[in-house]
C-alpha cells in the first residue's frame, strides 16, 4: 500500500523510546527498534495474546511488512518491526471517567498483567492513559508495553499503578473527594504522600490502604534519603510468588472498593418528570430521534447528558455517542446502562463550563475537548440556561462555542418563565434581561441557519435542529 499522506508522529506517544505511535491519514501505525521489534512480533504470534485480541481486551494489531508502510520505513529507517492498530472513534482521559470506568480500566490493567506474566512476559507501563473505551468498553492501546520477563525483576509498574489507578480510586471511595480534578492537574497520576494527607485515619487503618499508601509513602521517604537502601532494594530479586500475589491483591482490593456516591441532586434529573408532561416527554424523543435517523451520524455528542436517556436513544441510529455530563453520579449510572444496552455510548465526566484543555508536554500530549471533534450532530437539551445564568456565558458565546463542535445541533431552549430557570434565579440576582428567544435566535444566525423549530407541547420551551453555515 502506497503512502499518499506525510506521517505525523502522535503527541502522546514519546516516552517510550522502544516504541511509538504515527498517523498516516486515517492509518494507526506502531514501530518498534532495536530488540523491541523482534520480541513484539513474538508476543504477536503468541496464542495467549491472540486470546486477548479475541477477546476485545487489547485493540487488534497486524504485522506490517515494508511494502504495506513504506513511508514509515523511510521516516524512521532504524525501525526492526511495524504494526497497525484500528483507529479509536473518541479519545478520552482517565481524569473524564467516572469511578466504575476507572475501575473497570484498572480491572483490565490487571488482568493483562496476570496474562502476561503467566506467559513469560510483564505489562511494563501501568498507566491509566494506555486504556481506552470503545463505547463503553475498556480496551488496552499500548502494544509497546509487552515485553519478555526477567527473572527477579518483580512488577516495577506498581508505583505508577497506584498512582494513576489505585490512589484516585482510593481517595474517592474512601476520602469522599472526586478524583478527576485531582488527576486532570497531576497528568502522571496522584502521588502517594498527598493521598497519604488527604485520607482520614479510619481509612489509613485499612489493611489495603495501609500497604498501597501509608506503607509506600514511609518507603518511598526513607529512599530518598537512603541511596544505598534504594540500590539495595532494587537489586533485590523478586520471587514470582510474590508478584503473583502483589498482583492478586491489587484485583481483589480494586473490586472490593466501595461506590460511596450513588445518587446525586441531578442523578435524578430524568426520573423526575414533573416539569414534562407525557406528551411532551413523548414530543421530545421523537424529535430528537427523527432528527438523528435522518442524519445518522457517525458521531453524535449529547452535551449535559444526565443519565443518558437521549444518548441511548441516539446509540440506536448513531455509530458513536460520546455522552458529557459534570455530575459524575449521573455518567456511573450512565456507564453501567451503556455496558448493557448501548456500548456504543461512550460516558464522560466534564464540567462544560470548564471542559478538558490541551495539556501535558507542550500542551500537545493530551487533547482538548474542543480538539476531538468537531460531531456530526451534537444535542444539547435543557442545557442552555444552565451555561447562560448559571455560568455567565452570553448566548452568542454559547453559539459561537457550539458551532466549534458540532456540525448540526439538536438544542432545547428554556425561557426565562419556566419553572427550573425560574429555580436558578432564587440563588442568584436577576441580571439576565438579554436572556430571551429573541435574543437566543438572533446569536443563532451568525452561526447556524434553523432547519426547524419546534414548541414542546405543554410547556414554554423550544427545540431547534440547527444546521451550521458553511
Not at 500500500?1 to 522502544?18: I, K, N
Not at 521489534?37 to 497486524?62: C, D, H, Q, Y
Not at 487533547?367 to 448566548?395: C, K
Request: with cysteine; proline share 7%; hydrophobic share 45%.
Amino acid at each position: 500500500m502506497v503512502v499518499s499522506t506525510p506521517l505525523a508522529f502522535e503527541p502522546s506517544s514519546f516516552r517510550d523510546p522502544s516504541s511509538g505511535v504515527v498517523l498516516d491519514g486515517d492509518r494507526v501505525l506502531r514501530y518498534a527498534v532495536g530488540e523491541a521489534g523482534p520480541a513484539l512480533a513474538g508476543v504477536l504470534a503468541a496464542p495467549w495474546f491472540s486470546a486477548l485480541i479475541a477477546e476485545e481486551k487489547v485493540e487488534r494489531t497486524t504485522p506490517l511488512a515494508r511494502e504495506d508502510a513504506p513511508g514509515l520505513y523511510r521516516a524512521l529507517p532504524g525501525i526492526t518491526a511495524a504494526f497497525e492498530h484500528p483507529r479509536l472513534p473518541f479519545i478520552s482521559y482517565p481524569y473524564e471517567w467516572s469511578f466504575e470506568m476507572l475501575r473497570a480500566a484498572a480491572l483490565l490493567q490487571l488482568e493483562l498483567v496476570e496474562a502476561s506474566f503467566a506467559n513469560g512476559h510483564m505489562v511494563k507501563d501501568a498507566t491509566s492513559y494506555n486504556v481506552q473505551f470503545r463505547g463503553a468498553r475498556p480496551t488496552f492501546i499500548d502494544f509497546g508495553s509487552f515485553e519478555p520477563y526477567a527473572a527477579g525483576e518483580g512488577w516495577r509498574a506498581y508505583g505508577q499503578f497506584c498512582r494513576l489507578f489505585l490512589n484516585p480510586l482510593y481517595l474517592q471511595a474512601y476520602g469522599g473527594v472526586p478524583f478527576q480534578p485531582w488527576l486532570r492537574s497531576a497528568i502522571d497520576g496522584l502521588d502517594t504522600e498527598v493521598v497519604r494527607r488527604l485520607l482520614p485515619l479510619r481509612a489509613k487503618l485499612r489493611p489495603s490502604v495501609f500497604v498501597d499508601v501509608v506503607l509506600q509513602s514511609m518507603l518511598t521517604r526513607r529512599f530518598a534519603a537512603n541511596e544505598q537502601a534504594l540500590r539495595s532494594a532494587r537489586e533485590r530479586a523478586i520471587p514470582d510468588t510474590a508478584v503473583r500475589g502483589m498482583v492478586s491483591r491489587a484485583r481483589k482490593t480494586v473490586e472490593k472498593l466501595p461506590r460511596r456516591k450513588r445518587r446525586s441532586a441531578w442523578s435524578g434529573y430524568e426520573d423526575d418528570r414533573a416539569h414534562y408532561s407525557p406528551a411532551a416527554v413523548a414530543f421530545r424523543e421523537r424529535f430528537v430521534a427523527e432528527v438523528v435517523d435522518r442524519a445518522r451520524p457517525s458521531m453524535l455528542w449529547d452535551l449535559g447528558c444526565n443519565t443518558g436517556r437521549f444518548s441511548l436513544l441516539a446509540a440506536k441510529t448513531a455509530q458513536h455517542v460520546v455522552a458529557i455530563d459534570g455530575d459524575e453520579a449521573s455518567i456511573d449510572l450512565l456507564f453501567e446502562r451503556a455496558r448493557e444496552a448501548a456500548p456504543n455510548v461512550h460516558p464522560l465526566v466534564m464540567d462544560l463550563l470548564n471542559p478538558s484543555p490541551n495539556q501535558g508536554w507542550a500542551q500537545a500530549e493530551r487533547q482538548g475537548l474542543a480538539e476531538r471533534g468537531p460531531a456530526d450532530v451534537v444535542l444539547a437539551l435543557a442545557l442552555v440556561h444552565h451555561i447562560a445564568i448559571s455560568g455567565n456565558v452570553p448566548l452568542p458565546r454559547f453559539a459561537a462555542w457550539l458551532a466549534s463542535v458540532g456540525r448540526s445541533a439538536i438544542v432545547e431552549f428554556v425561557p426565562k418563565a419556566d419553572p427550573m430557570v425560574q429555580r436558578l434565579l432564587l440563588t442568584r440576582k436577576d441580571v439576565y434581561g438579554g436572556y430571551t428567544i429573541e435574543a437566543f435566535e438572533s446569536a443563532l444566525a451568525e452561526h447556524w441557519i434553523i432547519a426547524e423549530r419546534a414548541a414542546v407541547p405543554d410547556t414554554s420551551r423550544v427545540l431547534y435542529h440547527l444546521e451550521r453555515h458553511g
